[in-house]
């Protein structure tokens, strides 16, 4: 019996979201250099010791954690929703709002999740591409775009992944002010860029943020993602949430985290370390035609004519995203541990310069 036969026909050809298998140092993915603690660590080693509710589930509603996320964030807990990580929000936005056919608009170049996830869900991305000179969004062009394609979702990512780029606030109330669909706001990477715009969820409830514990707050391995919105987007959101999708562990090591000043102190030192290595990259310019964009994140977007940097750099023993198609001069690079960084940031010198 063949199983591909009975694979829905609009995805038996459909290319999933591609990881590449995990070689030399992380610069890949955006992770967070700084391991949890030793303290918290022991914290959580003590808590599985003493626990005896691992044979329970979860709390299907993530109470406590939600409370926390509440709290850290100046809104109440029925403005939360935790997902296995923000691609599960990603996956509830599709799941409640798309109808069969309906459309997404997403920036190009940006998160392909956003396109994929809509494609599972019997939806359709429309993309519009940012403004080729920085990366900023066309506002104009989205504002005319929901008028005309009458989305039901408005995707932004700020700061944009991969290009770095904000959404400045009185852009994204321009954009408030015109559309009438559902806006999701991808903050994976708000932290990094210092601008919250959290209190504009009151006035417009067809607002959602989403957030993650992957990137700033280290916490990758463990899935935990959420969603920040209007009461009713809340509720709408968690009619297609399936019950227990947030293991104990997550939910109890999530809350530890946020509580713990260290997320912070690490922010600080990524942002400090984004300072120096812009300034090196920087002086790299026009090398090879080489091209740093300023980041308001924790990686670089960089362009240049060196057809296979990225697998120049692996041969240096560092994994960067070397992106294909439209965007194959253009590599991403996280910012890593201090180690890392100073490697990666030799290593490119050399490539460019021509030094084998
Ligand atoms: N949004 C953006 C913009 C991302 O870059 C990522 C991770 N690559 C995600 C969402 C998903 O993050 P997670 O599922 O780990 O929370």
Redesign the pocket.
């Known amino acids: 019996m063949d199983i591909r036969t009975f694979i829905r026909k609009d995805l038996r050809d459909m290319v999933n979201y591609q990881v590449q298998p995990v070689r030399g140092i992380k610069m890949d993915?955006?992770e967070s250099p700084f391991p949890m603690s030793r303290e918290l660590r022991g914290e959580i080693a003590k808590w599985i010791q003493e626990e005896e509710t691992l044979r329970f589930y979860p709390d299907t509603d993530c109470v406590e954690l939600r409370r926390t996320i509440a709290e850290t964030s100046g809104l109440s807990a029925d403005q939360v929703l935790c997902g296995v990580?923000?691609?599960q929000i990603?996956d509830f936005l599709m799941k409640t709002f798309l109808e069969e056919g309906d459309t997404i608009l997403v920036p190009e170049p940006s998160?392909s999740?956003y396109a994929l996830s809509a494609k599972i869900n019997h939806g359709k991305a429309v993309a519009f591409d940012l403004n080729a000179e920085d990366f900023s969004y066309p506002i104009d062009t989205i504002l005319q775009l929901c008028r005309e394609r009458k989305p039901k979702i408005l995707f932004l990512?700020t700061p944009n992944?991969p290009t770095g780029s904000p959404l400045e606030r009185c852009e994204l109330e321009r954009i408030l002010e015109g559309v009438s669909c559902i806006v999701a706001l991808?903050e994976?990477?708000g932290e990094f860029s210092g601008q919250n715009d959290l209190d504009l969820i009151e006035t417009y409830p067809n607002l959602v943020s989403?957030r993650?514990f992957?990137k700033a707050f280290g916490l990758?391995g463990l899935?935990v993602?959420y969603a920040l919105g209007s009461r009713e987007m809340i509720q709408a959101l968690d009619t297609v949430k399936a019950p227990y999708n947030l293991s104990t562990i997550a939910q109890i090591t999530a809350a530890k985290v946020l509580r713990r000043p260290e997320y912070k102190e690490h922010i600080a030192w990524i942002l400090r370390e984004r300072d120096r290595m812009y300034e090196q990259l920087r002086q790299l310019e026009g090398k090879q035609g080489f091209y740093c964009y300023p980041s308001s994140a924790n990686y670089f977007f960089m362009r240049s004519n060196v057809e296979n940097l990225g697998a120049l750099l692996l041969e240096r023993g560092l994994l960067v995203r070397a992106y294909t198609g439209s965007l194959k001069s253009y590599i991403r690079a996280s910012i890593t541990t201090q180690e890392g960084n100073d490697l990666f940031l030799a290593s490119l010198w050399e490539i460019l310069e021509g030094i084998e």
């Open positions: 993915a955006n990580g923000s691609d990603i998160f999740m990512c992944n991808d994976a990477y989403l993650t992957s990758a899935r993602g």
